[in-house]
């Protein structure tokens, strides 16, 4: 019998992404959005799922929404004790071991350049760059001693061409992005692959909360013409988490991004 096209696409995705079972995993910022997507497609694929995030409404639901091995921690990342506990729980969660970090947390709001307060801009900046920072040394720290790990920063087309009255956001995801091409550097004689995921506008509460005016202006200026959804992005999550298909990559940033920047 000649199997169909669909057919065959449903086992090479499943192909490609087995190794993923029984792996550790810590998702932060998966509570919702991008950050909930990843999430479930690694439990899904039967990894045991270790969600972060300060949300804790959000935490209970992913908890009892999501099908798989799934736990979950309160994670302030702007703390370093919050940070260190998150990180090991997490490993503690998977038999000691972490295998792969997403870190996918993250804030957007608007000002005018001109007009923007600095408590505004430390915030983003704290939660988007800084927290990722401290989230990475902790990872990294204990994938050190297996000499192993993969992590993936979620970061923004932003990131490349800048935006308007979002200066802090834009110039916080270039730093995630610099980053980890400086950790890629430091630590690939360790096992460890660092890379990042860079998506156009997606379907989430982050572009929920931007303006409509923001929104209509942003799709028309799509080449495919509309947002994404969480559920597009994790797919280029899982690629560079697993083995074969992401043993190549490591200081690289992947575009989901509906054609909004071609690099």
Request: aromatic share 4%; charged share 20%.
């Amino acid at each position: 019998m000649t199997e169909t096209s669909d057919e065959l696409d449903k086992e090479n995705s499943v192909s490609v992404f087995e190794d993923l079972q029984g792996r550790s995993v810590l998702v932060v910022g998966g509570a919702s959005g991008i950050g909930r997507a990843v999430a479930a497609a690694f439990a899904e694929l039967g990894s045991t799922v270790t969600v972060a995030d300060i949300d804790v409404a959000g935490l209970d639901r992913s908890r009892n929404e999501l099908v798989g091995t799934v736990h979950t921690v309160r994670l302030d990342v702007r703390d370093e004790e919050s940070v260190k506990d998150a990180v090991d729980a997490a490993a503690d969660n998977g038999g000691g071991i972490l295998d792969i970090a997403v870190n996918s947390q993250g804030i957007l709001t608007q000002s005018p350049f001109p007009e923007m307060s600095l408590d505004m801009w430390r915030e983003t900046i704290d939660i988007d760059l800084t927290g990722v920072f401290l989230l990475m040394r902790e990872e990294s720290r204990l994938m050190r001693q297996r000499g192993a790990g993969r992590i993936i920063n979620v970061a923004s087309q932003l990131a490349v061409k800048g935006g308007v009255e979002v200066a802090h956001y834009a110039a916080a995801k270039a730093g995630v992005v610099a980053l980890t091409k400086s950790a890629a550097l430091e630590l690939a004689g360790d096992g460890i692959l660092a890379n990042c995921v860079a998506p156009g506008p997606v379907v989430t509460p982050l572009t929920d909360a931007m303006t409509e005016e923001w929104k209509s202006a942003k799709e028309g200026e799509l080449p495919l013409g509309r947002f994404g959804v969480p559920g597009e992005i994790a797919p280029s999550v899982l690629l560079l988490a697993s083995s074969p298909s992401g043993d190549l990559y490591t200081g690289q940033t992947l575009h989901p991004n509906s054609g909004d920047v071609m690099v």
